[in-house]
């Protein structure tokens, strides 16, 4: 079956354009998660939904940043106003089960979107 | 708070084992995953480990010390496309924070 796809793969915004990154996780998975991850280091956590309720935004770096999931499947990451520093890989992950699951819940990711802000 | 140490870079000869170390200190312990990331590619899930011990799965093996805080992965008969960084990640309780804490990654070259 098909994995966790996200679009675009490739994004260059003007500083202070407004984008809006896609993520189609695998289907039938409950969570979903958003990730930043900076060259040559490992991903840094943004937000995770269960379904289509966002449990968690504690790693959102600022308002400019903003996630949905409004049908618990698909989910956009949107940036207002991008900046340099938001030049990053942003990663969807999917997994099964919530969180709070005792079993291992493997987190499947997709290959990313680069974001390159000039 | 949380703490994942990895090595940054690793070199390794085709054919070699290879030994990737991961420390970690954090609350609400519950597994540890090692997954592989080729560059501009998803990050592939290779292994999970909650028990002590050594979990084997053909080339590669995962070890676990939960008391000392250490888990390591093993890369038997090195292939030159296991040229990759190789991502430690401590699971906790609770799920904060989507409960999966990434260290840093260690990238390794496989030379022929």
């Known amino acids: 079956g098909a994995g966790v796809s996200q679009s675009p793969r490739y994004k260059v915004a003007k500083r202070g354009q407004d984008v809006a990154l896609r993520c189609d996780p695998i289907s039938g998975h409950v969570s979903l998660f958003w990730y930043q991850q900076a060259l040559g280091q490992g991903p840094e956590f943004l937000t995770y939904f269960q379904n289509e309720a966002q449990l968690d935004k504690s790693g959102l770096p600022s308002d400019r940043f903003f996630a949905e999931r409004p049908e618990g499947s698909v989910s956009t990451l949107k940036i207002q106003r991008t900046q340099q520093e938001d030049s990053a890989v942003y990663l969807c992950?999917?997994?099964?089960?919530?969180?709070?699951?005792?079993?291992?819940?493997?987190?499947?990711f997709g290959a990313g979107t680069r974001l390159s802000v000039l | 708070g949380q703490n994942i140490d990895q090595p940054t870079e690793m070199t390794a000869t085709e054919g070699a084992i290879v030994q990737i170390n991961c420390t970690y200190q954090t609350s609400g312990f519950n597994g540890l995953f090692w997954y592989q990331q080729h560059a501009g590619e998803a990050p592939t899930f290779l292994s999970y480990n909650v028990l002590d011990g050594l979990e084997e799965k053909g080339r590669f093996s995962s070890f676990l010390s939960r008391s000392k805080g250490y888990s390591y992965l093993l890369l038997k008969e090195l292939q030159m496309k296991d040229s990759a960084s190789y991502l430690c990640?401590?699971?906790?309780?609770?799920?904060?924070?989507?409960?999966?804490?990434f260290g840093k990654g260690t990238k390794l070259s496989v030379k022929p």
């Open positions: 990640a401590v699971k906790r309780y609770g799920g904060s924070q989507g409960n999966l804490i």
């Open positions: 992950a999917s997994s099964l089960r919530s969180v709070d699951s005792t079993e291992k819940n493997i987190q499947y």
